[in-house]
């Protein structure tokens, strides 16, 4: 199946570099220079992947980002930030993104993270045909199959990698995880591609989701030294 990614940057002389190696490494691609155009094509195509720079004329890719989610739209986004400050990243994880790498990065990190996100997205829905459909949890009712959680009947709202992260804990019930272990089995990176605080920033906002107390989890519990794992 071709395999295609939507690129909505603005600077052209890197969106010439990226298109020409993600072709090489076979790859077909779209390429939007403004946000307003990128959220245009998004919503007409359908893409295995979509890079998506932060800083864009008009419609910034914050805004980008959260119109596409409220669309409903699932497929994997990985943002593009010249920033470095934690703030960006973290605001980019709650807004829906999967993922994000900060410029300059060398296109070998690019690729293995495109190739990670498209690769966990279809084992997710290889697992989900394989699996049972539902598990519970006390109150709380995870629907494999439906993509959606809920808790007392309500439906909770998540983004695809909170998503992600809270079917697998509760597919492994009571077994401790690193969040090295949680980056490559979630995100599906090795170690060295992944920032470990990623998975720190996803737990709390899960548990914000999930918990009645998040400072007092009864789901997604913290084995002090060694990582989390999910009381059922």
Known sequence: MEQVILMIEDEKTIADIVEF???REGFSTVTAYDGAEGLERARKGRFSL???DVMLPGLDGWEVLKALRRDGDTTPILMLTAREE???KIRGL???????????????ELLARIRANIRR???ESLE?????????ARELTINLERVEARKNGTLVELSNREFSLLSFFATHPGKVFSREELLSNVWGYEGYLGDLRAVDVMIRRL???IEEDPAEPQFIMTKRGAGYYFEM
């Not at 709650?94 to 070998?108: C, H, Q, R, V, W």
């Not at 989900?128 to 519970?136: G, I, N, P, Y």
């Open 94 to 108: 709650e807004l829906g993104a999967d993922d994000y790498i900060t410029k300059p990065f060398s296109m070998k």
């Open 128 to 136: 989900r045909s394989e699996q049972t459909t539902e598990v519970t």
């Open 50 to 52: 979509i890079l998506l």
């Open 207 to 209: 548990r914000e989701k």
């Open 86 to 88: 934690e703030i960006d």
């Open 21 to 23: 190696n993600l072709r």
């Open 121 to 123: 997205v279809a084992y």
